[in-house]
Each structure stands twice: as structure tokens, then as C-alpha cells.
């Protein structure tokens, strides 16, 4: 057993082994007596040896190892490669002019933001954690309340319902007892009636057996002639039995819950501090639709046949048309700024314009490209093989959504795209069934405040819209009576600051307005034809692009 650190003894001398513990040097991190100080100074001199009395050791800061030179104890900071440095470092070239400072100044530094952040978490955020901690079990609590109140209701409305069948099973089984007894009354009286002429035949028979067993000839000719009335049978008396009609009721249509919500809100809980701070609007103001929307202005744009607009800002819009020429126009002067023709010289399928306000369209006849335009230039940032891109847009992340149509006619799906990265892929719903339609008609997609993405599936006449992790919502198919009477033909298809989704129906001449769950809201027509591309700006300006007259109308259609 070693003498130095057995329970059972005292603490001895590092260098004698045998003397008693009096002294410590805090620098070599030994334990000495008395006696043995004076050799542990002569051991090395090259060191600035501390030595305190034991019960003091490690009062001395011991400072950080040169990583240079093991033996080397560092009193120097270089704050530009960031290393602690030795007095041979010091005298090297290696840290020359670089800034420099003491250990012990970086070390008070680094304490003192190590305080405040300790001082941070004990009186600021940890409280915080203690609150939102305490928020959630009276949730729970509530929660459990909630959901108990919810269970007694539904017991409450079985209940309720029991006896509304009580009361139907009882009035119905009255109304076949009183059937019943209606139809045997009837059939009794008819059975009575033959009961009666069977009697009176039976005393006709009496009667002539009478006559015929007389001598007397003047019986026969007495006998009144009332037999021939017995020879016309009684009516006939049908009944019918009354059918029970079982009505096709599925229990879930009595009652029946909604879906429940769980969301994670990265900024649900804020920081409690003494300091006022302004409220952040997070949340979009509430707008109202007006009575009756109004056109604003409308811009001619020069083409034989205007298909797309994308909003680059507040007062200025993208248009493509039936030619390779992509135009900016001014709103406010209707005035041309700008003009951009496509690499392959064929029109482009669509149009968006992204976050940073670059202008991106597919090129659907040509090389099967999505291209983004930058300083004018363009430059191809997806390139598909079997598959050609229709309808993109470019969502609130930065990333673009783009639909496409399979070379072989029968697939149509989404694709999420950071950069040239393929990210997602929304084709099929729970079933394995096929969320979009695979005809060769028109496609156009946006995404929705709420992060839903919405696709206008003129193929299956309806705005199909899922959520972000690409299940199905629902399903919008039109509302009756429309403007023309004529089936819904949706096109192009826009969001905006409300979560309304507008999409154009050029079979009706208008623009439906539906809210984020699908019902429908109002028509917009203002007296447009044949409407085509849509965009909202940052002020909920509506712009439709009209296909023949090649005109852009901006809309106010929200207070």
C-alpha cells in the first residue's frame, strides 16, 4: 500500500516519501514538508516556483502549457493565431507583429463573459425555462380538462341520440301496430260479410232440399228465384304489408371529430426582460374583400397572345407571350424597360420570379430546361431527360417548385428543387393513387402563405393542394352557378398576403377566389376575357393577363 494516499495515513512528502505534508508548490503541483523546499527550488531553477502552505495549494493560477515547448509554463496571449505562447515563443520571429497580450488579461476577459453568460442562464434563461415549463404542464392540465369535457360531450350526444332512436323505434312499431289493426278491422268486416251469405246459402240449400222432397207440386212453383245472386262471388281484399326502408348511415355521419392540429412555433415563446421592445408583426393585417373589385390600370404588352406576368416588384412585371421574348414593363407608365429572349428561341411554358428578384421560366418545347435569369444573362439551372418542366414558382425559402409532364404521356408530378438539387417529390396520395391529372393539358403551381403547395390541374378541372410534406388537402372543383354557366377551367394560379388562393377560369371569363381550406370566397371578373397569367404584388394588387387583347389588368380586389 502506498504510504502517500492510504485512507489510513497521513499525507507524505512527494520527494522524501516519509516526512509529513506541510508545504505544496503550486506551480510544479507537488506536495513537500519543510525540509525538503530548498531541494525542490535547487531541482530546477528555470521555474518561478510558488510554494503556499498545504491547506493553500492551488490558490496560484496555473497558467496553460506552451503547445511549442512542453516544459515552458505560458504567460503571453497571440490574439491573431489565437494560441497561448511561451517566453521562447515570445523571442522567435513566429509571432512577430502580430497583437498580443497577457494571459492573465484574456483569461479576465473570457472569465468575465463566461460570468455574464453563467449570470445570463441563472437569472434570465433558466427562469424562462422554469415559465415555459410551467406552461406546459397547465396546458397539459388543461389539456386533460379539455379533452375530458370533449369525452362527455360525446357521450352526452350518444345519448341524446339513443333516445331520439328510442323515440323513432317506438313510433314506428305504433304506426305498424296501428297498420295493423286497420288491415285486420278490414279483412274481419269482409270475413263477417261472407260468413253472413255462406249462412244465407246454407239456408237456401235447407230450403230446396224442402221443395224438392214435397208432393205438393205448388212449393216448386212458389220457390223464389233469389239463387242466381249467390253465383257472383265476393270481392277480393288485398293488403300489403308496408316495407321497412333501412337509409345507408354511416355512424361517422351522426358525429364526428376534426382533425387535430399540432404545430411547432419556433418563436411561440419569447424572452422575458425589463426591457420594452417593440411588438414584431409577424402576421400580415387582416384585409377584407372588397363589394366589388375595381381595375386600376391595364398595360398593353405587344404580343399576338399574352400567356404569363410575375410580379418583380410593386411597380414593375415580367410578361411572355407566344413568341421567345420575355418583357419588363414599368405599372405606373405601361412603359417597356426591358426585354430578354430565351437561349433555345422557343416561348417560355412559365415564368416566376424568386426571392433576390431574378426571373426564371421553363422551356417546355425546347431543351426541357429550367433557366434563371441574372444580369441579363441566362443560365440553365435544371435540366431534365424524360420529363419536361410546365408551371414553376419559386417559394419563400429560396427553393423552386417545378411541375412537370413525363415524355410518355401518363405522369405528371412536383419537384422541389434547391438549386440544381432535387429535394422532393409530390406525385402519389396515401393510396398510391396519382394526385395530378396525366393528360397534356396545363399545369401551373404556386405556394401558399401557409407553406401548402397548390397546382391548377386544367386536365382534371380542379386546384389540388397539398401541404408542405406533400400530403392531400383537398381538392377544388369549381362553384354553382358560375359567371357564364360553363365548366370550370382553372389556369394559371396565384396566392396572396390573406392565404387567398386565386386561380383564373377562362371558360367563365373571372377568377375564383377560394380561402386556404378550399371554400369558396367571390368571383373577380371586371369585365375580363379569356385571363391567363396571375400575379399578386407585395400590396395585394391583382394583375391578369389577358390572351387575346395581350393585355395586363391590375386589380384591387381587398380593402
Given amino acids: 500500500m502506498d504510504p502517500r494516499t492510504s485512507a489510513q495515513d497521513v499525507m507524505r512528502c512527494d520527494l522524501c516519501e516519509t516526512a509529513v505534508v506541510q508545504m505544496h508548490c503550486d506551480t510544479c503541483l507537488v506536495n513537500l514538508c519543510k525540509a525538503c523546499v530548498g531541494e525542490h527550488f535547487s531541482a530546477d531553477l528555470s521555474k518561478p516556483h510558488k510554494i503556499v502552505h498545504f491547506k493553500d495549494k492551488k490558490s496560484t493560477l496555473i497558467h496553460p502549457r506552451c503547445t511549442s515547448h512542453?516544459?515552458?509554463?505560458?504567460?503571453?496571449?497571440?490574439?491573431?493565431?489565437?494560441?497561448?505562447?511561451?517566453?521562447?515563443?515570445?523571442?522567435?520571429?513566429?509571432?512577430?507583429?502580430?497583437?498580443?497580450?497577457?494571459?492573465?488579461?484574456?483569461?479576465?476577459?473570457?472569465?468575465?463573459?463566461?460570468?455574464?453568460?453563467?449570470?445570463?442562464?441563472?437569472?434570465?434563461?433558466?427562469?424562462?425555462?422554469?415559465?415555459?415549463?410551467?406552461?406546459?404542464?397547465?396546458?397539459?392540465?388543461?389539456?386533460?380538462?379539455?379533452?375530458?369535457?370533449?369525452?362527455?360531450?360525446?357521450?352526452?350526444?350518444?345519448?341524446?341520440?339513443?333516445?331520439?332512436?328510442?323515440?323513432?323505434?317506438?313510433?314506428?312499431?305504433?304506426?305498424?301496430?296501428?297498420?295493423?289493426?286497420?288491415?285486420?278491422?278490414?279483412?274481419?268486416?269482409?270475413?263477417?260479410?261472407?260468413?253472413?251469405?255462406?249462412?244465407?246459402?246454407?239456408?237456401?240449400?235447407?230450403?230446396?232440399?224442402?221443395?224438392?222432397?214435397?208432393?205438393?207440386?205448388?212449393?216448386?212453383?212458389?220457390?223464389?228465384?233469389?239463387?242466381?245472386?249467390?253465383?257472383?262471388?265476393?270481392?277480393?281484399?288485398?293488403?300489403?304489408?308496408?316495407?321497412?326502408?333501412?337509409?345507408?348511415?354511416?355512424?361517422?355521419?351522426?358525429?364526428?371529430?376534426?382533425?387535430?392540429?399540432?404545430?411547432?412555433?419556433?418563436?411561440?415563446?419569447?424572452?422575458?426582460?425589463?426591457?420594452?421592445?417593440?411588438?414584431?408583426?409577424?402576421?400580415?393585417?387582416?384585409?377584407?374583400?372588397?363589394?366589388?373589385?375595381?381595375?386600376?390600370?391595364?398595360?398593353?404588352?405587344?404580343?399576338?397572345?399574352?400567356y404569363n406576368v410575375a410580379c418583380l416588384s410593386d411597380e414593375k412585371i415580367w410578361t411572355s407571350g407566344n413568341d421567345s421574348i420575355m418583357k419588363l414593363y414599368s405599372i405606373n407608365q405601361g412603359s417597356l424597360l426591358k426585354s430578354i429572349t430565351t437561349k433555345s428561341g422557343n416561348m417560355p411554358y412559365d415564368i416566376a420570379v424568386t426571392k433576390s428578384g431574378d426571373l426564371v421560366h421553363t422551356d417546355y418545347y425546347g431543351d426541357r430546361t429550367v433557366n434563371i435569369v441574372k444580369n441579363e444573362k441566362i443560365k440553365k439551372v435544371i435540366r431534365l431527360r424524360t420529363w419536361r418542366p410546365r408551371g414553376v414558382c419559386s417559394t419563400s425559402s429560396g427553393d423552386l417548385l417545378v411541375i412537370m409532364y413525363s415524355d410518355d404521356g401518363k405522369q405528371t408530378k412536383v419537384v422541389r428543387y434547391s438549386g440544381s438539387t432535387e429535394k422532393q417529390t409530390i406525385q402519389f396520395d396515401y393510396k398510391g393513387k396519382p394526385l395530378y391529372s396525366s393528360d397534356g393539358y396545363y399545369r401551373y403551381i404556386t405556394e401558399n402563405r401557409n407553406l401548402d403547395i397548390c397546382v391548377s390541374d386544367y386536365g382534371a378541372r380542379a386546384v389540388v393542394v397539398v401541404n408542405q410534406a406533400g400530403k392531400l388537402r383537398f381538392r377544388y372543383t369549381g362553384h354553382t352557378p358560375a359567371p357564364m354557366n360553363k365548366p370550370f377551367s382553372p389556369l394559371r394560379i396565384t396566392t396572396d398576403s390573406q392565404s387567398h388562393i386565386l386561380t383564373d377560369d377562362d371558360n367563365n371569363h373571372c377568377v375564383h377566389i377560394i380561402d386556404q381550406d378550399g371554400q369558396f370566397l367571390r368571383y373577380i371578373d371586371c369585365g375580363l376575357s379569356y385571363p391567363q397569367g396571375l400575379c399578386i404584388d407585395t400590396n395585394d394588387n391583382l394583375f391578369v393577363a389577358q390572351l387575346f387583347k395581350a393585355q395586363v389588368k391590375k386589380i384591387k380586389y381587398l380593402q
Avoid at 490574439?79 to 505562447?85: G, L, P, Q
Avoid at 479576465?108 to 434563461?125: F, M, S
Avoid at 230446396?208 to 208432393?215: A, G, H, N, Q
Wanted: charged content about 30%; proline content about 3%.
Fill in 70 to 306: 512542453e516544459e515552458e509554463m505560458c504567460d503571453m496571449f497571440c490574439t491573431h493565431c489565437d494560441v497561448s505562447i511561451c517566453s521562447i515563443c515570445l523571442a522567435s520571429d513566429q509571432h512577430l507583429g502580430h497583437k498580443l497580450a497577457r494571459v492573465l488579461e484574456i483569461r479576465d476577459k473570457k472569465r468575465d463573459k463566461l460570468v455574464k453568460k453563467q449570470t445570463e442562464l441563472k437569472e434570465k434563461i433558466y427562469p424562462n425555462y422554469q415559465d415555459i415549463a410551467s406552461d406546459v404542464q397547465i396546458r397539459m392540465s388543461q389539456l386533460e380538462k379539455e379533452y375530458g369535457d370533449l369525452s362527455t360531450a360525446i357521450t352526452k350526444h350518444g345519448e341524446d341520440w339513443h333516445r331520439e332512436i328510442d323515440k323513432l323505434v317506438k313510433k314506428l312499431k305504433a304506426e305498424v301496430d296501428e297498420m295493423k289493426n286497420t288491415q285486420l278491422q278490414t279483412l274481419q268486416k269482409h270475413l263477417d260479410e261472407i260468413n253472413k251469405t255462406m249462412s244465407d246459402i246454407k239456408d237456401e240449400i235447407n230450403s230446396v232440399d224442402s221443395v224438392l222432397e214435397s208432393t205438393d207440386i205448388s212449393s216448386l212453383f212458389s220457390l223464389p228465384s233469389t239463387l242466381d245472386r249467390y253465383t257472383n262471388l265476393p270481392r277480393k281484399i288485398t293488403v300489403t304489408i308496408p316495407k321497412f326502408i333501412l337509409k345507408k348511415l354511416q355512424a361517422d355521419q351522426l358525429f364526428s371529430l376534426k382533425t387535430i392540429s399540432i404545430k411547432s412555433d419556433k418563436h411561440g415563446y419569447s424572452m422575458k426582460t425589463t426591457q420594452k421592445s417593440p411588438e414584431a408583426g409577424s402576421s400580415p393585417p387582416v384585409k377584407q374583400l372588397l363589394d366589388q373589385p375595381e381595375t386600376v390600370t391595364t398595360i398593353d404588352t405587344g404580343y399576338d397572345r399574352l
